[in-house]
Structure formats: C-alpha cells, structure tokens
C-alpha cells in the first residue's frame, strides 16, 4: 500500500507520497524522508508528519458534488458511529462519504458504498485506494438491488432515495440509523413520511452551517465568501412497525 507524507509549513502543506520525488512550487521536493524531518524548499521549512485521512480527502479528486465534513461529522454526533459498525452507503460520488465513515468504523467495522455511474466509480475507487480504506467495498452497481442486511447505519445521498425507504428499514437492524442526504427540502419532506409509514423513529431533519472568521490588523470578522448551505440531512431510526 502506498504511504504519504504530509510537509507541513506554518501557511502551506503539500502531500507527496513517501520515498518519491514532486514538483511543486518550490522546486522538486525529494520525499526520501521519515516523519518528523524537517526539509527546507526555497526559504520555506516544512516538517513531515503523518497525515490524518481528512488530509488526505483535502488531496482527493472531486467529481461529483461531495458530503462535506461538516455535514459528515453530524452524522457521527447523531448516530454514535463507532468502531465495528456495518455500513452501507449511496451513491458514492467521489467517495468521501465512505472513507470518512471507515475511518471511524476502523478494521473491524465494514462500509459498502454503491455507485452505478462508471466515471463516479472510477475516481471513487482511486481515492478509496489513495487512503488505504481496506474496509470498503466499491460496487458499480444500482443500489436498488442491494442485499446487505443488519446494518447499522445507511446513508443515501441520490436523487429518488425515498423509494429506498422501506426496503433500508428492512435491512437495518433494530436500532439502526437511515440517513438521507439532499440539497432540497422536498426530498426531506417526502423522507420524513416515508420513514413513518415504515415504522421508523424520526429524530430530525437538520442543516449545518459553517463560516470560517479571520483577523486582520486588530479587525475581525466573517469571511467574505464560502459555501454556507450544502444539504439537508434526515434521520431515521428503525423501531417497531
């Protein structure tokens, strides 16, 4: 498997695989090197440490429109996802659903994502591989026919995910989460009757905003840019019917 090192600087980082070599902005950086050396590139010093798997998803290839991990995370805070837990996900998009809820999962937890568009799957794949996330399974195929069962936690991030509802309330074990991910409201709306009707716990529908805020000369104040909306996430619980 291959390994990266992070070059970490106080205003820059470049992340080059271990033992290779980069051309970068300051010149070609050699990365025969251990974490905790520290190597200097045209004036600028860096130390290499070892990067975390957010790192690593900042250096991954976007094709399709990601889960953020701002909206990631409230899935973890809301669900208690932990080690072990068995997890399906959908579609895939670029993937960075999937690795950040492996990462959490660990060795002994297991993620299969679905993604049935050949290009999505593709890079999919490739960032899958770039972060070492052996606990995953990619499958270019539709989710509709998924068989997995017991689960602890599915995620659906497509367009149609409703029709999924009644069969994701099947496969999930008593206790188990069903999340579905949408920049538009009416698909929650929808979501949120389609979890009744199949006996689910509703716990809520939910939108995370964040803004990053800098200081400047003894001013401070919001950045003026960025994206504050990203999506709509409903949540669902199987109970009794």
């Not at 297991?110 to 799957?121: A, S």
């Not at 400047?216 to 909306?229: D, Q, V």
């Not at 709509?232 to 619980?237: A, L, Q, W």
Request: aromatic content about 10%.
């Amino acid at each position: 498997m291959r390994e990266y090192i992070l070059l970490l600087a106080k205003d820059d980082s470049i992340l080059i695989e271990k033992g290779k070599k980069k051309n970068t902005k300051y010149g070609v950086i050699d990365a025969n090197i251990e974490f905790g050396d520290v190597i200097e590139a045209k004036g600028k010093k860096f130390v290499a440490v070892k990067p975390t798997f957010i790192d690593m998803l900042r250096k991954c290839r976007r094709a399709a429109q990601i889960v953020t991990p701002k909206d990631a995370s409230q899935i973890v805070a809301i669900t208690g996802l932990s080690e072990g837990w068995r997890c399906l996900d959908a579609g895939s998009g670029s993937g960075f659903l999937a690795i950040f809820i492996a990462s959490i999962v660990g060795k002994r937890g297991r993620v299969v994502t679905y993604e049935w568009r050949r290009e999505f799957y593709e890079v999919a794949k490739r960032n899958i591989e770039k972060c070492g996330m052996s606990n995953i399974v990619i499958k270019n195929e539709d989710v509709s026919k998924f068989r997995e069962r017991n689960l602890d936690l599915i995620t659906f991030d497509m367009k149609d995910s409703v029709r999924l509802i009644g069969k994701a309330a099947k496969h999930l074990k008593y206790g188990g989460w069903l999340v579905i991910y949408s920049p538009h409201i009416e698909q929650q709306i929808e979501a949120i009757e389609e979890m009744k009707k199949h006996g689910m716990n509703v716990y809520a529908t939910i939108e995370t905003m964040q803004r990053r805020w800098k200081s400047l000369y003894g001013y401070t104040h919001p950045e003026p840019s960025g994206i504050l909306h990203t999506g709509f996430m409903t949540f669902g619980r199987k109970a009794l019917e």
